[in-house]
Nanobody, 124 residues
Framework: QVQLVESGGGLVQAGDSLRLSCAAS????????MGWFRQAPGKEREFVAT????????YYASSVKGRFTISRDNAKNTVYLQMNSLKPEDTAVYFC?????????????????WGQGTQVTVSS
């Protein structure tokens, strides 16, 4: 059984940076894809970024490309989301998710395990 715990959310001003972390515990190896999604009030959960098991391949939503960076430390079973130049429209609950296997996906239904989420609020 794998559990994911996110941390690092908070209230920041537009233009600031935040780094989210997601720690995986339980039966883990590096053979899994990790993703970040977000959900704003009244909106559907949307893809943010994903990274392959080795960390060699990443994909981003167009809305965050160039501002957000996903990375992972397999020795710590942790994935990160560095968010720079934050905008009010980035305000959402951010979720990390795990997908068993090697093929990344940008849809929520492609992931097997989810964290509880962490709130990110960006004020203008």
């Amino acid at each position: 059984q794998v559990q994911l715990v996110e941390s690092g959310g908070g209230l920041v001003q537009a233009g600031d940076s935040l780094r989210l972390s997601c720690a995986a515990s339980g039966r883990t190896s590096s053979n899994y894809v990790m993703g970040w999604f977000r959900q704003a009030p009244g909106k559907e959960r949307e893809f943010v970024a994903t990274i392959t098991g080795s960390g060699s391949t990443t994909y981003y939503a167009s809305s965050v490309k160039g501002r957000f960076t996903i990375s992972r430390d397999n020795a710590k079973n942790t994935v990160y989301l560095q968010m720079n130049s934050l905008k009010p429209e980035d305000t959402a609950v951010y979720f990390c998710a795990l997908r068993w296997g090697a093929v990344p996906r940008n849809t929520a239904n492609g992931y097997d395990v989810w964290g509880q989420g962490t709130q990110v609020t960006v004020s203008s």
